[in-house]
């Protein structure tokens, strides 16, 4: 099976620009969840979607969201583009609805905000 | 709210030696995963190794295997024969089923020593 593809792999946005990211999760994964990371702050959890629903949301402004096609494709969104906004987005997909899945990862879309 | 701490920063173990990195977490649930991540440098985040709570013996995988100690909400990685492959950085992961989300450390640097 194919894993997990993300894109594009890299980004270099200036601030108050928008930018959609795109996650293939592996064929038959119905959850994906969303990820950045950065040095100082690590990973941090975005949000999460399963069968086109958001289950859950960390703590990021309402500028970041993201939706899931049918065929479980998802794509977050970052508007009005900030400086700290400079990142690694990482996706992760898993197979099934709970929670204590083992998630497998995209390689990430790095993003710069200059 | 759940926390997962991982208080070694960096780490550093000579070839074919044993390295022991530490994971403390946070939770008042009962049933729940522990996930140990590697992210080898510029390289996708991979599944090292996972303990169900309910489960008292502790995962092995090959030279990988855990300390899991539940009362204490303890989950150490230990790392044998360690190749220099085995440089990348490690997170420490939780998940429970009722949030459909991950925690993850700040992570540990493991520099391998030829």
């Known amino acids: 099976k194919a894993g997990v593809t993300q894109t594009p792999r890299y980004l270099i946005k200036t601030r108050g620009q928008q930018v959609t990211l795109s996650c293939s999760p592996i064929?038959?994964?119905?959850?994906v969840s969303w990820y950045q990371q950065t040095p100082g702050q690590g990973l941090q959890f975005l949000f999460e979607y399963f069968s086109e629903t958001q289950r859950n949301k960390g703590n990021f402004p309402g500028r970041f969201s993201g939706r899931q096609f049918s065929n479980s494709r998802s794509e977050m969104n970052v508007s009005t583009l900030e400086l700290g906004d400079s990142a690694l987005y990482l996706c992760a997909s898993s197979p099934r609805d709970r929670g204590t899945e083992t998630q497998y990862f995209g390689p990430g879309t790095r993003l710069l905000v200059l | 709210a759940q926390t997962v701490t991982q208080s070694q920063p960096e780490m550093s173990v000579q070839e074919a030696e044993t390295v022991t990195l530490s994971c403390t977490y946070d939770?008042?649930?009962?049933?729940?995963?522990l996930f140990w991540y590697k992210q080898p440098p510029s390289r996708q985040m991979i599944l090292v190794i996972r303990q169900e709570a309910y489960k008292q013996q502790n995962a092995t995988e090959n030279r990988f295997s855990v300390n899991f100690q539940k009362a204490a909400k303890s989950f150490s990685l230990k790392i044998s024969d360690s190749q220099l492959g085995d440089a990348a950085m490690y997170f420490c992961a939780y998940s429970d089923p009722g949030t459909y989300k991950y925690i993850f450390g700040t992570g540990t640097r493991l520099k391998v020593l030829a």
């Open positions: 064929s038959g994964h119905r959850s």
């Open positions: 939770t008042s649930e009962s049933d729940y995963y």
